[in-house]
């Protein structure tokens, strides 16, 4: 088999479908070198989409409560996005070349069988996702309704009325559009929603700047830190910005399979992140900066915050990009990392629209509402805690695609039980995933190395690299 080269495209397809039907779907199975349609434009309008929604404004205005001014938050997203980007591209080149989706890229590291975990782990993730997304979308929704029928704020349990309709919305969209036509469906809604969504940031940010005259002290001056404390928090928040996209960063693969060139997938990639992650912070920073200038009080929570604009077409139009923003992102960041996962684990019993449904119920059963309570759930419960399960999964599929097996696989024995793959359970894989995430958790218990937790992706991305490492190398002597 030819090795790539780096980033050199060498793209491959399989002559004639997968014969073991337990390792392949219509969902699983390699894209055709024919339908990878994706180019630069579409990678950098997907991460812009995706970057500008709700969840990434409260990054900027968690960051504000915490006490940082913007400059340091400038200095974290740039050099975090920057840093990010180039491990999802890296992460992102087998599913370009050889076609495959992130549960088939999972098979060499964990397993034929094993790698339906790391999956599910991911999809969790996702669902939890899913489920902030819609809460955010249908809290917005409530809003509108009290805007246009003062009425419905008396309604008891309105808020949940809303919340079930932008559900079923989401559902229902992500249900009628299994893969191939997924890609396009995000293509077209990216293409549409990027610039528009980028162009309302903008606005909010002129209204309020003017209406308060100023940007206000909080973003400004930041709180009040002793040396050590500053340095602690700007990591902290540095290493979260990164672990932030640890989440449709590890699965990047089930959308660089579309891609026609390597090149188009990583500029895209890294540009779209770079500009959407990084301008949709600082919206988020100068609006709820600002915002408290203007009623007293820093409101991290945008809808509630757009609940006390006092213009009614601004407010409108402020919560309808809401329910935009939520509604792309859930549908390419979300819906698709959660159904591919659901897909891995039972190939011949779940297909697209099973997990759709799946998917919706795994988002609520993770009470959406609580994670967002404030932002110290929000930043310490919710990311942290997710980043130490995905980051070990990301650390190993680096190691094992570009050092491990030397920057190639065999397209044919990811979908075979007879390949150099066939292992149904790889234990290298899972015994770094464990070291790396005990690790990372021994920081809630020992208040000593509360870092290791704090700084979680890293940390625990690092110690199952390391692990793995140490183990394939040991592996490898004992064959030679």
Known sequence: MARATGLHDDYQELSAPPEEKKLSSASL?????????????????????????????????????????IWYIIVIMITSQIAMGVLIVLISVPGARYGIPFPVQLRPSFGLSGGRIPALFRGIAAAGWFGIEVWIGGEALHVIVKYIFP?????????????????????????????????????????????????????????????????GDL??????????????????????MMGYWSTVGVNASDFTRFSTKQRGQVWGQIFGLLAGQTLYVLVGVIVTSAGAVLYGRAIWDPVELMGNVHSLPLAIVALLFVVIATLATNVAANAVAT?????????????????????????IAMFPWKLLSDYASYVFTWLIGYQVVLGPIMGILLLDYWYTNK????????????????????????????????????GLFIKSIAFVYNNGFLTSMGVSAIVYLLITNSYRKRTI
């Open 29 to 69: 199975k390699p894209t055709p070198i024919k339908e990878r349609i994706w180019r630069l434009r579409d990678f950098f309008n997907l991460w812009v989409g995706m970057a500008v929604c709700i969840p990434t404004w409260m990054l900027g205005s968690s960051m504000i409560a915490a006490g940082l001014n």
């Open 407 to 442: 920057r190639g696989y065999t397209l044919n024995d990811l979908y075979s039980f007879q390949g150099k793959y066939s292992k149904l359970w790889a234990w290298e894989g899972f015994v770094s995933l464990v070291c790396g995430t005990i690790f990372a958790l021994l």
């Open 219 to 240: 973003a400004l001056k930041g709180g009040e830190f002793s040396k050590g404390e500053l340095l602690k928090t700007f990591v902290i928040f540095w290493v979260a």
């Open 151 to 215: 009425g419905w704020a008396n309604v008891s349990g309105g808020v949940w009325v809303w919340f079930f309709v932008f559900f079923i919305l989401n559902v229902a969209l992500v249900f009628f559009s299994p893969p191939a036509k997924e890609m396009k469906v995000i293509k077209t809604l990216m293409a549409f929603s990027a610039p528009l969504l980028l162009l309302i940031g903008i606005v909010f940010v002129v209204y309020f700047w003017v209406s308060a005259g100023t940007i």
């Open 339 to 363: 159904n591919m996962s659901l897909i891995g684990l039972w190939p011949k019993r779940i297909e697209w629209r099973t997990a759709s449904i799946i998917t919706g119920i795994i988002a």
